[in-house]
């Protein structure tokens, strides 16, 4: 049996992270989480005693030292490409201090994910991970290196971008980036090769492309994408897009925010192939092609089991705080619409709350809310074109159409959430059931004299709205 290592995860709450934790856990390994907010991390029930959690900021040297010294590795999957125009030295800074971090341990073995650079002009997302991944070298420990291009998975950022085009557009007027090169790898192979390459000798102190078989322009993938989906598909590229306008493209059309799509775009000019796969016979494992990886991708969807997606990242919005720091509802200054009625069938309201938002609706007049969404998208917001990621299951973090869970106890019967959308303030909305009361609360604590035209203005629309809601949710209406 394989002997149990204590493994230190950075991006735990991420994409990679989350799908990485439960196979470390499987092999028996002790995980130390490294998270920068408690209440966004639920621990499997199962493995609560091979789980560590610690809050820390590697942004934040001085609390650095919360890092126990007795660690045997660790996986750096730590990424600020979308939250900031100024990533590139977010990501130096974050790197720099894992590096004076992990010194300061017995760590034996280090492992970064990364993207393939096999271009001489690289773009600036590219030249940051692999700016990063220099800084990581220089620590005193062994030190592996993958380097993925894009990864196919249910939640994925490119399998979104690729699904919200190709089921949106039935014709597709694209830029000629469309015709650059790539070699997709799918995220179980992805998962697989972090497994594998964990404390192997074989793979220390070097670097490895991890690909699938297929090299394919981003119009194949599309084109690919359809015939899986078994959709007729145009796409038509034209070479007078600019990349601005190439931004803006994909922020209407996907869920994606603005930051992570001027980010893509400048990466998608760039081929993105596989220089060497000699880390297939390395670690015996030969990933998957692109239409295999596709299928898996939408079996996990179709089982409701999508472990994780990049829209929980807090990144994909504009919420870039702590989500404890939120979770007290203010009253000062705020202005509130309370309702409350009672409820015949405490359990059947519940699964009411906890469907809400996504596929579901909002259960009373969806077509302001689409309006609304629209509007936010015209305005740089997020929009509702981020759904959820699971249909029935919630927890603190998710993303939610426009808005973030701050807080999800289903035993409690409380779910809580705050506004992602483009607003002149600060909104909450609430429900809780107690008892057989159901109380729905929204809170606007507006900034400044636009904050309180604004709600005076929507006003009716929430009297609409919210007591619509509030039925539904009761099943007083149907």
Excluded at 48 to 57: A, F, H, K, P, R
Excluded at 225 to 238: I, S
Excluded at 313 to 330: A, D, H, M, T
Aim: one cysteine or more; aromatic letters at 12%.
């Amino acid at each position: 049996m394989e002997t149990t290592k204590t493994i230190l995860l950075t991006g735990a709450t991420g994409y990679i992270g989350k799908r990485l934790l439960p196979v470390l856990l499987r092999s028996g390994h002790h995980v130390i989480c490294c998270v920068r907010d408690k209440n966004r991390m639920l621990i499997p029930e199962d493995y609560e005693s091979q789980v560590t959690l610690l809050e820390v900021d590697f942004l934040e040297a001085e609390n650095l030292n919360k890092i126990p010294n007795d660690i045997d590795a660790a996986y750096y999957l730590m990424h600020s490409m979308s939250s900031s125009a100024d990533y590139e030295s977010l990501e130096t800074k974050v790197a720099a201090n894992f590096v004076a971090a992990m010194n300061s341990t017995s760590v034996e073995h280090v492992i970064y994910l990364s993207g393939i650079v096999n271009d001489e002009e690289l773009s600036k997302h590219l030249q940051s991970r692999k700016k990063v991944e220099g800084i990581l070298a220089e620590g005193a420990y062994n030190f592996t290196t993958l380097r993925a291009g894009i990864i196919v998975g249910s939640g994925s950022a490119s399998f979104e971008i690729i699904r919200d085009l190709v089921e949106k557009l039935p014709v597709m007027i694209a830029p000629k980036w469309l015709k650059t090169k790539c070699q997709p790898i799918g995220i179980r192979d992805v998962i697989t090769f972090l497994e594998r390459s964990l404390l192997n000798t074989a793979t220390y102190n070097n670097h490895f492309d991890i690909a699938g078989p297929d090299v394919l322009t981003y119009k194949q993938m599309l084109v690919g994408f359809a015939k899986t989906r078994d959709l007729k598909r145009w796409v038509f590229t034209v070479p007078v897009m600019t990349p601005r306008l190439s931004s803006y493209w994909l922020f209407f059309v996907t869920s994606t925010s603005y930051n992570l799509a001027v980010a893509l775009v400048n990466s998608m000019k760039v081929n993105v192939v596989a220089s060497s796969t000699e880390i297939n016979e390395i670690l015996e494992h030969h990933p998957a092609d692109y239409k295999t990886s596709l299928e898996r991708a939408f079996t996990k969807i179709e089982q409701n089991a999508v472990i994780s997606s990049w829209k929980d990242s807090l990144v994909s919005g504009r919420f870039q705080e702590n989500i404890s720091e939120y979770i007290k509802v203010p009253e000062y200054g705020c202005f509130r619409d309370y309702r409350q009625t009672e409820v015949d069938d405490v359990q059947a309201s519940l699964e009411r709350i906890w469907s809400i938002g996504g596929t579901t609706g909002w259960y009373y007049g969806d077509w302001l809310w689409k309006i609304r969404g629209f509007l936010d998208k015209i305005f740089g917001g997020v929009g509702l074109r981020r759904g959820r990621t699971n249909p029935d299951h919630i927890e603190a973090g998710d993303a939610l159409d426009f808005w973030r869970v701050l807080y999800a106890d289903r035993d409690k019967k409380r779910l809580l959430l705050f506004a992602e959308m483009k607003v002149p303030g600060e909104a909450w909305l609430e429900f809780e059931i107690k008892g057989n009361t159901l109380y729905q609360r929204a809170t606007f604590r507006p900034k400044g004299i636009l904050g309180r035209m604004y709600w005076y203005a929507v006003f009716p629309a929430h009297g609409f709205v919210f007591n619509g809601m509030l039925m539904s949710l009761a099943g007083k209406r149907r």
